[in-house]
């Protein structure tokens, strides 16, 4: 399918309205918390139910779907740089309605999630409060989630920032503990690996029951697209230096095919080291690289928009006034002999 670099332009003036106010780690964060929660504590249990040992199948299963649509979002985004994400996506490619009806979807998906989340509190809290109605929970855990969105966009990215990191804490001490109960256990105790393959074996409900846990285990890493869908300023950054990249390949600066054209040219005992350099300040970064001519290639040639290339660069300055600047750039030493 052919089309013209420009004509994306339409969308991404009409995505442009939305403003980001969360770090690129508060993002991967969000992503992480996302597919470390419900779906996880709760889900796995219901995917057990189903499936038995082969739940860890399922679970593989449900991650390599998720690695192939996070990695197809990732060359998108990178190809269109744009909030609207496969919304975006879907209505360039396909059409106005295709794009209508995929944003819907994901966004129906959303509230429904929001649903069972607050649902499975009240099944955790009974744990502790086995007498307070569930009710409860819902309804006091809904305005909490309501409040806290409706503070700000940072309050929001701070709160879900250290919930997440705590989910993360929880899977590792879960981790360790089971594998401390598993190998520690006496013999006597019916603990250990054997209980894969007794009780019916690795898969006691059969391949259906499996698959049936794998829509589970996709349920448990919803959210993993959330870096896709708000992921603009690193797709810029990176359309950029593919821009630059591109250029340094087309006048021999660069290349994966260095060592052997040296050796083509002559050269032999070649000893390659890799070195990086590094840019406290943007002022630096630009008198080395030349980064404002780079952006301006990058925008004439229709890798990003004006609008993209004047907010990443509005970024970076502000984050050089405010001192958490930071560049780095890689490259390699050939050393050698020649005949």
């Not at 360790?176 to 019916?200: D, E, Q």
């Not at 898969?203 to 448990?220: D, L, Q, R, T």
């Not at 070649?270 to 350099?277: F, G, I, Y």
Request: proline share 2%.
């Amino acid at each position: 399918m052919s089309f013209k670099r420009g004509s994306f332009e339409t969308i991404v003036e009409r995505e442009k309205g939305l403003h980001r106010s969360l770090t690129a780690g508060q993002m991967s964060m969000i992503a992480i918390g996302g597919a470390i929660g419900t779906g996880l504590f709760l889900g796995s249990g219901f995917a057990i139910g189903f499936a038995g040992p082969s739940v860890l199948v399922s679970y593989a299963i449900g991650a390599l779907i998720a690695l192939l649509l996070m990695g197809a979002l990732a060359e998108m985004t990178v190809a269109h740089p744009t909030s609207g994400s496969f919304g975006a996506y879907a209505e360039f490619y396909i059409g106005p309605l295709a794009g209508y009806l995929v944003r819907y979807a994901y966004w129906s998906a959303v509230v429904f999630a929001v649903g069972t989340e607050v649902s499975a509190v009240a099944v955790f809290m009974k744990y502790w409060f086995a007498n307070v109605p569930g009710w409860y929970w819902i309804v006091g855990f809904s305005a909490a989630l309501i409040g806290v969105n409706a503070a700000s966009v940072k309050v929001y990215g701070v709160i879900e920032y250290a919930f997440s990191m705590l989910k993360i804490v929880a899977i590792v001490a879960f981790i360790l503990l089971g594998a401390v109960f598993v190998y520690g256990a006496p013999v006597s105790s019916g603990v250990g690996l054997n209980n894969f393959t007794a009780h019916g074996g690795f898969f006691p409900h059969g391949v259906k029951g499996m698959w049936f846990a794998v829509i589970v285990s996709i349920f448990s890493y919803l959210n993993i697209e959330t870096i896709a869908v708000a992921g603009v300023p690193l797709a810029v950054t990176r359309a950029i230096l593919r821009h630059k990249t591109d250029i340094a390949i087309a006048h021999g600066t660069i290349g994966r095919e260095m060592r052997r054209l040296l050796q083509e040219a002559g050269c032999h005992d070649l000893h390659s080291e890799t070195v990086a350099v590094t840019f406290p300040t943007l002022k630096m970064f630009e008198d080395v690289l030349s980064m404002r001519n780079n952006v301006e290639g990058a925008r004439a040639e229709g890798w990003i928009t004006e609008q993209q290339a004047t907010s990443w660069w509005a970024d970076l300055e502000e984050l050089d006034r405010t001192g958490g600047f930071f560049a780095s750039l890689c490259g390699m030493f050939f050393a050698g002999t020649v005949s």
